[in-house]
Every structure is written in C-alpha cells, then in structure tokens.
C-alpha cells in the first residue's frame, strides 16, 4: 500500500515536471527562443519586402493621374468628384424639393358683343358680355428629378427635371350679360357671379444652369446661376363648375338661350385662363451652398487659440479630384483668449479669397 | 487632405516650451519638435532639458521619440491629433561632478523613463486647421413675390478614416456620410454624430 502511495506520489511529481519543462520552453525569453541568425534573416526578408512596397507604392504614386494637378500649399483639401456630384445633388434637389409657387390675386376680364344670325332678320347683336374671373390662392409645388452633372473646370454644368406637381386654385367668376336689339325685350339683363375651384395643371419643365465653384474666406463655396428659369402655371377650372355656371346662363329659353349659348362662358373662361401665367424664379432664390469643410484660421493649442494667416494657393478641378490649397503660417500678433464654448471660431485672421 | 511636416512642426512648436514636474525634484522642460513624414511613419522628436532642482543638481538634454497618433474629429469640428511617446534618451551631461556619473545619469533615464505617461499628457494636442462641418445647411427663401421654401438641413458625420504619412506630407483620408435634406423644424431632434477616430500611420520604431 506504501509502495503504491510512493508510486502515485512519483507520478505525479514526474508529470509536474514534465509540464513544467513544457512550459520553460514554450515561454522562455525570446532572445532564447529564437537563433540569431534566423531574426537576422527574418529582418532583412522584411526590409526587402518593404522596399519592394514602397517602388510599387512611387510607381503607382507615379503612372496614377489621382494627384495630378493638385495645387501646392501648407494643406491641401482634395473632394473627390464623385463626393462633390453627390453633394451638389442633394442640394439642386433640395433646391426644388417642395417649393411652394403661390400666384398673387389674378383678375382676367373679358368683355365682348355676341352676333348671330336669326334667319330672316339676318345677322343681328344679341348682346354684350362682361366677364371677369378674380383667381386666387392658387398654388402649385415643384419636385425635382434627379439632375444631371457635368464638370468643366471650375463650374459644374446642371441640367435638372422639375416637374409642377399640381395644386389647387379658387377663382370667383362673374358674368354680366346686357341684352340687346331683338334680345333686348325678352331677356333682359343677367348677371351671373360664382366660385370656381380649379387644379393646377402637373407639367414638367428643364431647369438648365450651372454651379460656380469658388474658394471665399477659407470655404469652398458653390455658387449656383439659373438665369431666366420661370415656369407656367396652368390652371384648369373643374368641369362640374363650369357646367353649374352654364347651367346659370342656360335657364333662359328662346331667343335669350341662343343668345346665351352663343356667348359660351365656360369657353371664354378656359381661353382667358389658359395661356398660363408665368412665375419667374429669381436669382436670389439659388442661395450660395457652403461645402462642409474650410480653412480655419486659428487652432486651439494648450489654453489658447493660436492665431494663423492662411493664404489660400489655388483651387482645382481635375477629372477625379476638387483640390483646395492654402499657404499656412503663424500670425505676428499675439494669441486670442481661449474659447471655452463649442462654438465655431470668428476668424482672428483674414484668409484672402482666391476670386 | 494633406498637411505638411513643416506646418505640424510649427502648430507643435507653438506650444513650447513645456514644462513638466516630475518626482525626485526632477522637470523637464520641452522645447522644440521635429516632424518627419515618409514612408507611412509620423515621426516626432521633442528636445528638451531634464533638470533636478536640488542637490546634486544636474541636467541633461532629453529627447523624445513618438509618433502622432489617435486623429480625432471632435465635437468641435476640428480634426486633432495627439503625440504618443515611445522612447526617451538623455544625453550631454552637466552638473556637479558627482552627477556625471554615468550611474546618475541612468537613474535621471529611469525616472523620465517612469514619467513617460505624465509627458505624453503634457504635450499638446495638434489641431489640424481646418473645420469639418457635421451638418449642411440651405437657407430658406421667402415667402417672396410668388416663391416660399423652407429652410433644409442634412445631417452629416465625418470621420477620419485613414492617415499615411508620404513624401513630408501627412494624408488624412476623411470618411463623410450626408444624410437626407429635411426642413430644419423635422431636423431639430437629429442627433449629432459622434466623433470618430482613426488610425495612426505606422508608429516610430
């Protein structure tokens, strides 16, 4: 029983030691670990490697045509132009999306005399008409397509899908008849005066400009130009109001309804309102877009702002890249006080506008 | 974007000196950078001076090896880096006798060595200077004459992606993500993106 509890004993001390052994030389330090001779060939594989890394990383730096172009400066700001056409997407979008067209108080009128042929009596003035139709509170909404880009040196040529998305107007129409000659004693005068809703006819148009790229105070800004953009508002009166308005005029039978239908008001109405009217879109209405990243003209160092004079050195536009520059150097005078708000610094040095 | 060495050198520069108190009645104070740009290293150097204060007193020039490391878009829009030190070495000497010591002198490169923490807080933060907006605004127009539109806002994150250091220039390459154009009432509640890290070119070895 001694003997195998010795036994037993031995073992285990024999396993302990053998993991023990295990271990030492799995884990011991590694200058031991590992030949010399080997490291040194290791390293001088890996220096091979990298300088066979770095004539691929001038060769491609060479043939590539990705930083090409670019002008010279302390920082160099490249936008891809996928990323600027991305961006000036959203904004042309933007600029059409939802804009609410409201046409002030319109009022048509029309007035005119109204002959007819009344067999024997040869042809004769029935009467006069006076129509007026007061238009208001029309409005119409403008949705974008989607625009198409084309860069050609520092301008972004846009060619944009617009379309009139409907809308809704009121108008207030009157009619007044005079009767005359024959007419006169059987029908009398008429005056007629209703509301009239209508819908703003859907039309799509092209709006054709361009995106100005400029570089003013340390900013990238695109400066967009849509000259002589209007468009046409057509207004089309709902039928069933029409016809209730006709059916005013046409309760009058006899000589006074020929008279009447002569005068064809829902025609007239649709002929005064149907040349459209046009909304001029101003200038002032593209807004100057500012991309999302400029120049700063101070930095925050330790517990102060250290004022910088950036000058800025060129802007570029290559077929891959908008390249942005600026010539960085400390300002002569002293630092401003330091900030302690997350608000963006007021410039502490002029950055000249390269326009 | 890019940013030259000379132009980091100079921001860096613009902090010092800089000097930090260390045990043993030790401070070193840092005086100058030096920014080496190539071959994907952002290598930076500070030289300086360790000085103990008391007896035996003693002084050597330091310098402080280490790499621009963790770039950072902060809440304020600005791109920054930090210097992260790896190495000190001490060298020329001067004091009383006894300090030359070469004993000494391994002791002062002990401690420094100990403090290297503490002088890593102590160095400046680098702040690129250039702002990075992390929204896109369209003004509003009218109403005017016939015309009325809201003003827009998209929200936007950027994020500083990668970092290589070529040809004495430092290459930040930026991640920007625009989200959808919605009128500034509906865009209100949008949160702000977070600020993104990137990593550091290759460290200094």
Redo the contacts between chains.
């Keep these: 029983m001694r003997r195998w509890l010795l036994g037993g004993i031995g073992a285990l001390l024999l396993v302990g030691l053998v993991a023990l052994g295990v271990l030492g030389a799995r884990y011991r330090p590694k200058a031991e670990r590992e030949d010399p001779a080997t490291v040194m060939r290791e390293i001088q594989s890996l220096t091979k490697e990298r300088d066979s890394l770095r004539a691929v990383v001038y060769e491609a730096t060479a043939t590539s045509d990705l930083l090409d172009g670019r002008p010279s400066g302390d920082i160099i700001i490249g936008l891809p132009t996928p990323f600027v056409d991305a961006v000036v997407r959203d904004v042309v979008t933007g600029w059409f999306h939802d804009v609410d067209l409201r046409l002030p108080p319109i009022r048509l009128r029309k007035t005119g005399e109204i002959r007819a042929r009344l067999s024997i009596f040869g042809r004769r003035t029935l009467g006069t008409y006076d129509l007026e139709v007061n238009l208001r509170g029309v409005r119409g909404r403008l949705q974008p397509g989607t625009p198409v880009l084309r860069f050609a040196d520092d301008d972004i040529q846009l060619d944009v899908p617009v379309r009139l998305a409907g809308g809704t107007g009121i108008a207030r129409i009157r009619m007044d008849w005079a009767s005359k000659g024959m007419a006169g004693p059987v029908c009398g005068d008429l005056s007629a005066d209703r509301d009239v809703t209508g819908q703003v006819r859907p039309q799509s148009y092209r709006a054709r400009g361009r995106i100005r790229l400029t570089a003013v105070d340390g900013r990238l800004v695109a400066d967009p130009a849509f000259p002589g953009l209007a468009i046409r508002i057509f207004v089309d009166p709902a039928p069933s109001a029409i016809a209730a308005l006709d059916s005013i005029l046409s309760t009058k039978g006899g000589l006074c309804g020929i008279a009447l239908g002569k005068a064809r008001a829902g025609d007239r109405i649709q002929a005064l309102v149907g040349r459209g009217f046009n909304v001029k879109i101003p200038q002032r209405f593209f807004r100057p877009v500012q991309l999302p990243i400029a120049f700063e003209t101070s930095v925050p160092i330790q517990e102060r702002r250290l004022a910088l004079q950036v000058t800025p050195s060129g802007l570029k536009t290559t077929p891959s890249t908008l390249w942005m520059a600026a010539d960085v150097s400390l300002a002569p005078r002293a630092a401003t006080p330091s900030r302690t708000d997350a608000t963006p610094a007021k410039p502490t040095a002029a950055i000249d506008s390269l326009r | ?4 060495d ?2 980091l050198r ?2 860096i520069d ?2 010092f000196p ?1 000097t930090v108190a260390l045990p043993n009645k030790l401070s070193v104070t840092l005086t100058a950078a030096t920014v080496t740009l190539r ?1 994907n290293v952002a290598r930076v150097d500070i030289t300086g001076e360790v000085r103990r204060s008391s007896y035996p007193r003693v002084a050597a020039a330091v310098t402080l090896r280490g790499a621009l490391d963790d770039f950072v878009v902060d ?4 791109l920054r880096t930090r210097i992260s030190i790896d190495d000190v070495r001490l060298g020329t000497p001067s004091g009383t006798p006894a300090a030359l010591d070469p004993l000494v002198i391994d002791v002062l490169q002990r401690i420094v060595e100990g403090s290297l923490p503490e002088l890593t807080n102590s160095l ?2 680098v ?7 992390q ?5 509003g ?1 009218g ?8 003003p ?1 806002r ?1 929200a ?1 994150s ?1 994020e500083a992606a990668r970092v290589f250091a ?2 004495n ?1 430092l290459w930040i390459i ?1 991640t ?1 993500t ?1 989200g ?2 919605a009128s500034v009432a509906e865009s209100a509640s949008a949160t702000a993106p977070v600020a993104a890290r990137a990593a550091a070119p290759e460290r200094a070895k």
Excluded: K
Excluded at chain 2, 1 to 4: L, P
Excluded at chain 2, 143 to 150: D, I, N, T
């Design positions: 974007m890019s940013v030259t000379t132009l100079s921001l613009a902090a800089v071959s809440s304020t829009r600005a400046p933060t702040a690129v200077p250039i702002t990075l907006d929204a896109m605004q369209l003004p127009f109403p005017e004459g016939y015309l009325s539109v809201a827009s998209a936007m950027v070529f040809q220039r930026l920007v625009l959808t154009f």
